[in-house]
């Protein structure tokens, strides 16, 4: 295929989003971690001051995500210092920074219709040949993609990783009818 995975996104900050995040830092691969914006201030924002647009209210989920990750049994990084490579954001402020990105993880809620909106802003700001993945594990990979470019469904295929990603040494690739054969031999051998 001819390409590297420089630097990855994962869309979606629970148990899940946030173990892959780590998975992807523990082999050295900068990744951004977004997820939705909370609509009320905490107790604590509001003693503060803070309103729903200071930066650390906008990336409060995805944060909190992270501070999770450094108590959490079994430990999801490998070393302490893998956090570094995970970068928190948003989906209204930082949407636009999956163009710069070479793989991108959905695991937002088990939702269809959530999933195809996702994936329907995913592919207005990607760029061509980016890898976008799924890691549904019962919603159909075919009818997330319904309706997506070309390209996007040509790189398009269900990744889903087992919990938690660091131990559990499973990955189930789901190509769809459309997905590069190059794409899924990629994913399965990156190092190849």
Known sequence: MGKRIRRAAVLGFGVMGSGIAAHLANVGIPTLLLDIMPRELTKEEEAKGWTLEHKQVRNRLANQALE????????????????????TGNFEDDFHRLADVDWIIEVVVENLDVKRSVFARVDEVRTPGTIVSSNTSGISIAAMAEGRSDDFKKHF???????????LKLLEIIPTEHTDPDVVAYVNYPHL
């Open 68 to 87: 999770r990750m450094k108590k959490q049994k079994p430990a999801p990084l490998m070393a302490q210092d893998n956090l570094a490579l995970i970068e």
């Open 157 to 167: 295929l269900g990744t889903h990783f087992f919990n938690p990603p660091r131990y």
